[in-house]
C-alpha cells in the first residue's frame, strides 16, 4: 500500500513525478499500429453471422436487413448490392432449411 502524501519527501516526490512522466512518454511514443485490430471484412462478417446462430424463425428480412447495416456500420464499410442480395439470399435458402414451417 502507498505512503500518505503527508510522509514523502520533496525528494521522493520529484522522482515519482519523473518516473510517471517518462512512463507517459513511454506509452505516448509507442506505434498506434502496433494495438490495432486487424481491419474487418464486412462480407465475411455478415456471412458468418448468417451461418451462426444468432437468429431464429420469427427474424423478418427487414430484421435481416438492420443486421446486415449493423454490421457495415461496425466495420465502417459497405457491402455491395451483389453481396448484399447473395447474403440474402443465402439467408432465405438457409432459413427455408432450418425452419421448413416459418418459410
Not at 514523502?8 to 490495432?36: C, F, H, T, Y
Not at 432459413?95 to 418459410?103: I, N, V
Request: hydrophobic fraction near 45%.
Amino acid at each position: 500500500m502507498a505512503k500518505p502524501l503527508e510522509e514523502w519527501s520533496i525528494d521522493e516526490l520529484r522522482m515519482e513525478a519523473v518516473r510517471v512522466a517518462e512512463e507517459l512518454a513511454r506509452r505516448a511514443a509507442q506505434p498506434a499500429a502496433g494495438g490495432k485490430k486487424p481491419r474487418v471484412d464486412v462480407v465475411r462478417a455478415c456471412e458468418n453471422w448468417i451461418r451462426g446462430v444468432a437468429w431464429d424463425e420469427t427474424f423478418t428480412l427487414e430484421m435481416v436487413e438492420d443486421e446486415l447495416s449493423l454490421h457495415e456500420r461496425k466495420a465502417g464499410q459497405e457491402l455491395g448490392p451483389l453481396e448484399r442480395e447473395r447474403l440474402t439470399q443465402l439467408w432465405l435458402a438457409l432459413r427455408a432449411e432450418r425452419y421448413r414451417d416459418a418459410a
